[in-house]
């Protein structure tokens, strides 16, 4: 049966791996074993992905990432330059700690900057916005943009990737899309 994705000769993909259509896995990477990887998804240069991790359609991964096993991203997921998920919390080198690793999950659409560093067992929402550099230490709730060390809340995102000001109706439009949000109880949602 003929291939139906491009990996580049430099890249290694281990045995037991699931790779859809249109999936492009660049220079240097390594594909561990039982991953499932969706289709058009983009691996960039020198990426780690760990056994059993899952990627939805069209993830996009810049160069230099690890995704540890026990994390899964839902479609249309970004992940920026050097970012790094983590699946221990406790790690030591002469303690053994396989098969007590935390999961993280990504939700559709979300999008996290170069050199952030995403503790395990923190679950990111849809949508949400992780700023280059933050260190997540919490769940994020969908829509929502985190920036810092340790990861603060600083505001809210469209799906399109434009900060929301909220009216004292709590309704914001996306300034690209024009599509309507509303903040109520803490939660945004898209309503047109």
């Known amino acids: 049966m003929k291939k139906e994705y491009y990996a580049h000769p430099t890249a290694v ?3 037991g791996c699931t790779i ?3 999936v492009k896995v660049w220079h240097f990477s390594h594909i561990m074993p039982n991953c499932t990887i969706g289709e058009g998804c983009n691996i960039g240069q020198n990426v780690v992905i760990s056994p059993e991790v899952v990627l939805g359609k069209n993830v ?3 160069n230099n990432v690890s995704i540890y096993t026990g994390v899964t991203c839902d479609d249309d997921v970004f992940l920026g330059p050097s970012m790094v998920f983590t699946n221990v919390t406790n790690p030591r ?3 053994n700690r396989r098969g007590q690793y935390s999961k993280t999950h990504v939700g559709k659409g979300a ?3 170069a050199n952030a560093t995403i503790v395990c067992g923190h679950d990111i929402g849809a949508y949400a916005f ?3 550099g933050a260190v997540v230490t919490k769940n994020v709730p969908p829509y929502s943009l985190w920036v810092g060390n340790p990861a603060k809340q600083l505001g809210w995102m469209s799906e399109y990737g434009h900060r929301l000001i909220f009216n004292k109706e709590g309704i914001a439009e996306c300034e690209e899309s024009k599509e309507k ?3 109520e109880n803490g ?3 898209k309503i047109g």
Do not use: H, W
């Open 111 to 113: 999008s996290i900057g």
């Open 20 to 22: 859809a259509k249109d």
């Open 187 to 189: 939660q945004v949602t």
């Open 60 to 62: 996009k991964i810049q």
């Open 93 to 95: 080198s002469g303690v």
């Open 130 to 132: 992780i700023g280059a």
């Open 13 to 15: 993909i281990d045995d």
């Open 181 to 183: 949000y509303k903040l």
